[in-house]
């Protein structure tokens, strides 16, 4: 059927390749939402009496991709944020405790990071600080506290096993990609034809806000990445499979 009338109704599964390598980078076939957007500037030349348009121009060929997506993996946000992946994490955790039947003495389950443990009453969390010394998984308070008292403790605990951390700094930005496209189109004749779009050239823009929510629908992410040319002045394809 040459030209037929059609319509979408499902997004697009898009796959990013790292527009340096040529390397598949990451596979988005999870988004809610994938919207494609050209955009262009016209200016005029005037003239005549009532100053009417007489020439136009064209020029600053531009748009964007924005994918919407409640599903998240780290990949994603890396592709977004530039941020480097690392395979270890620090950060500060909290436990409630009991003191040993000699009112000094803590356990913890793992081995604090030098210099950060800090220890309170549990009645005066985050008040005055209980003075002790640490060994390995240890903890002995310098004054005793009544045995079976509970204390908090806060320590730095690092994680090196099945961690994936990724380190955003002020120098951190995203990577240009290729970008493949595929979704279906439904024809008037109830024909389902595949769609396919290239988008030669996208860099993501680094903007990502990540909430957190107890109730209402899923956190979601909206991705905006803005399209550009490549060095042949590629900037997008639309295909269109008859079968």
């Known amino acids: 059927m040459a030209n ?28 809610n939402v994938s ?53 270890s994490a620090k950060f500060v955790t909290r436990i409630e405790a009991v003191v040993d039947d000699e009112g000094t003495g803590i356990s913890l389950n793992d081995i604090p990071v030098a210099g950060s443990v800090v220890v309170y009453k549990a009645d005066d969390d985050c008040g005055t600080e209980l003075a002790c010394t640490v060994a390995d998984k240890a903890i002995t308070l310098t004054t005793a506290l009544t045995a079976g008292d509970k204390v908090v403790v806060y320590y730095m605990k690092e994680v090196s096993e099945g961690v994936q951390r990724i380190n955003i700094k002020s120098t951190s930005f995203p990577k240009n990609f290729i970008v493949y496209g595929d979704t279906v189109m439904k024809t008037e004749d109830d024909e389902v034809l595949p769609y396919k779009l290239t988008a030669y050239k996208v860099a993501p823009q680094s903007n990502m806000s990540l909430s957190f929510s107890n109730n209402g ?27």
């Open 217 to 243: 629908d899923p956190g979601s992410i909206t991705i905006t990445c803005d399209l550009m040319s490549d060095s042949d002045d590629n900037m997008l394809d639309l295909v269109l499979i008859e079968e």
């Open 35 to 87: 919207t494609t957007e050209l955009t262009g500037e016209s200016v005029f030349a005037y003239g005549g009496k009532g100053h009417p348009k007489r020439v136009q121009f064209s020029g600053e060929r531009g748009g964007t991709i924005t994918i919407e997506t409640q599903i998240q993996t780290v990949k994603l946000w890396q592709l977004i944020t530039g941020g480097e992946v690392t395979k």
């Open 4 to 31: 037929p009338n059609m319509a979408n109704r499902e997004v697009c599964d898009l796959i990013f390749v790292d527009y340096s390598t040529k390397k598949p980078f990451l596979n988005l076939d999870f988004a």
